[in-house]
């Protein structure tokens, strides 16, 4: 009795069993290739993100300055008593200790 015929695979399927030595490491440099370039690109959205939040804060800033204008009279700001010239303001992120502080400075003259 001969068992062994049985069990025995041709000689092609044994040749397209698995990858080559080639084919693994230019899937190897592929692989790294996308890894890389998905890293950067991540680092690159979350400093775009950080300066469009500066951006946006920085227009809080302005805005709640404007209001200022809004909410008193030509009188009361000309006098320079009601509106300080310079004044700081500072911004944080949620759950962060340390953020940005943005320096306001306002100079009433008269038009020309």
């Given at each position: ?5 049985h069990f025995?695979e041709?000689?092609?399927v ?8 080639a084919e693994?490491?230019v899937a190897?440099c592929?692989?790294?290739?996308m890894v890389?370039?998905?890293s950067?690109s ?9 300066v469009?939040?500066?951006?946006v804060?920085?227009?809080q800033?302005?805005?709640s300055?404007?209001?200022v204008f809004?909410l008193y ?11 300080p010239p310079t004044y700081q303001r500072?911004f944080?992120?949620?759950g ?6 943005y ?6 003259t008269?038009?020309?």
């Amino acid at each position: 009795m001969n068992l062994g015929r049985h069990f025995k695979e041709p000689r092609a399927v044994r040749r397209q069993a698995g990858f080559t030595l080639a084919e693994v490491v230019v899937a190897s440099c592929l692989i790294a290739l996308m890894v890389g370039a998905i890293s950067i690109s991540m680092a690159n959205n979350f400093s775009e993100t950080r300066v469009a939040r500066e951006n946006v804060q920085a227009t809080q800033v302005l805005v709640s300055t404007s209001e200022v204008f809004r909410l008193y009279s030509w009188s009361q700001i000309s006098a320079g008593t009601f509106v300080p010239p310079t004044y700081q303001r500072n911004f944080s992120s949620a759950g962060s200790t340390n953020g940005l502080t943005y320096t306001v400075t306002i100079q009433i003259t008269n038009a020309p």
